[in-house]
């Protein structure tokens, strides 16, 4: 992860599940993790986390990028929302490089330079179904908890080496 949305996004991505902790955060409470993680999710509080609300931060990132509203990032859009937070140092889109480039190239998944909400969420999809362990487009309070102890067994167990800035 780069040191320019490092902030920005661990938290709220630690807590949507989107990173794992590194070791050096590892030594966290799975359970407490996931209790917070679950109260922030679950909007309606009726115990169970659905797609809609697990998509809610991935939806609220792509709205601020889509800024014409037209349910698409365009290149152009990802382009001018990096540049007016002068996080891009050119004023050339065709030699837009560095971090928010790859990270608009990672989400379009066809590189026809449009990023569909489906190739946006299809990471949060992937995640969402990896925690409903039993199938049932709904994540309650165990699955979270039962991810957050496996991951902390996994980063005790393992060098810290993988990381997914969404
Ligand atoms: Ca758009
Ligand atoms: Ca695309
Ligand atoms: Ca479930």
């Known amino acids: 992860m780069e040191i320019w949305n490092m902030k920005h996004w661990l938290l709220p991505a630690v807590l949507a599940g989107l990173v794992i902790p590194t070791a050096a955060q590892a030594m966290y409470d799975p359970i407490k993790l996931a209790d917070k993680q679950f109260k922030q999710m679950d909007k309606n509080g009726d115990g169970s986390v659905s797609l809609d ?4 931060p991935a939806n609220h990132r792509f709205k601020k990028f889509d800024t014409n509203q037209n349910g698409k990032i365009e290149r152009q859009e990802m382009y001018d929302f990096w ?4 996080k891009i140092k050119t004023d050339n889109i065709n030699a837009w490089e560095g971090p928010t480039n790859a990270h608009f190239k990672k989400h379009d998944k066809n ?26 487009k709904m ?3 165990e699955e979270l908890q039962d991810h957050w102890i496996e991951r902390k067994k996994e980063v005790e167990s393992h060098d810290f080496n993988e990381q997914d800035d969404d």
């Open 53 to 56: 609300e697990y998509f809610r």
């Open 83 to 86: 540049k007016n937070k002068r």
């Open 111 to 136: 590189k026809d330079d449009i990023i569909t909400r489906g190739e946006y969420l299809s990471a949060s999809q992937k995640r969402f179904d990896a925690l409903d362990l039993n199938e049932d």
């Open 139 to 141: 994540l309650t309070l």
